[in-house]
């Protein structure tokens, strides 16, 4: 049996307090893919210009979504249940820091203008982007010494010994003014490899260990069902010379685009106990 844990209103509560007046906040009924209805609430703060995007999956796992678009950063941040009756512990928190592709979710600015006209209707999106597979390469061991990747990883503050990275990324992040690489480096531990007979070998994933205190490589997908990804444009026609009646073509703005996608990450853990949906 599964931990449980209250989270009903908690989180519009504590972006209220948290972010202030600086702060807009949607609620959105969104309808997954087995049909089941989830609560997302989207919250936009323009000062830090970072988006947050959190809900409770039906199993339970808490999931956060936050882009930093000054960093140009997301850290999807997954609370999973322990099952007790399997020696876990209550819940158990991982955060994976990736770089943030332009143009994948909308601005703070644009996000903090939009409003529901009906909040209970339950939405699902236009678009499915399918599933993006990342191999994390170590463990952000050092939030402190981290703000050049950004200056909201305090996110991850229950994540200490499971906040991962990637390498590719930390070369990204390094050509920010006032990063460097061995700056990143100074607050990342490489995953590492398990000795046998004196030799390195590859680790198994954990799907194919038997051993639950045994070292693997465990998968964990996080998919955000519904989430604006872009703007939509109409075209129309303004008055330039109200005497004369010219007038000419313009666009602006009329809505947004929906979509829907899955982020696959694998990840080394100390013990498959860590990982025991990956079966």
């Known amino acids: 049996m599964k931990s449980t844990i209250n989270v009903s209103g908690l989180l519009y509560f504590l972006h209220t307090i948290l972010l202030g007046c600086t702060a807009e906040v949607l609620q959105i009924n969104v309808q997954n893919q087995g049909g089941e209805v989830v609560q997302e609430t989207i919250t936009s703060n323009i000062h830090d210009d970072i988006i947050t995007l959190e809900f409770q999956r039906t199993d339970g796992t808490l999931i956060t979504q936050l882009i930093d678009f000054r960093s140009e950063a997301q850290v999807l941040k997954a609370l999973v249940l322990g099952e007790e009756e399997r020696g876990q512990s209550q819940y158990q928190v991982m955060c994976f820091v990736t770089k943030f592709q332009k143009g994948d979710f909308i601005t703070s600015d644009a996000m903090a203008k939009l409003r529901q006209k009906n909040p209970t209707t339950i939405r699902t999106p236009e678009e499915d982007r399918g599933k993006e597979n990342y191999t994390m390469t170590g463990w952000l061991v050092n939030l402190d010494r981290s703000s ?30 006032g990063s460097s690489m061995s700056i990143l480096e100074s607050s990342v531990t490489s995953f590492p490899h398990v000795q046998s007979n004196h030799q390195q070998t590859s680790v198994s994933r954990c799907n194919e260990v038997s051993g639950i205190w045994a070292p693997c490589i465990c998968s964990l997908e996080l998919c955000i069902g519904w989430f604006p ?20 073509n313009s666009s602006y703005r009329c809505g947004i685009k929906t979509c829907r996608k899955c982020s696959n990450f694998s990840y080394y853990v100390r013990q498959k106990q860590q990982c025991l949906w990956d079966e």
């Open 148 to 177: 050049p990747i950004s200056r909201h990883l305090s996110i991850c503050s229950e994540a200490k010994d499971s906040t991962y990275v990637r390498d590719v990324d930390l070369k990204s992040w390094s050509e920010i003014p």
């Open 229 to 248: 990804c872009g703007l939509k444009y109409c075209k129309g026609k303004i008055d330039n010379n109200s005497i004369n009646n010219n007038q000419i």
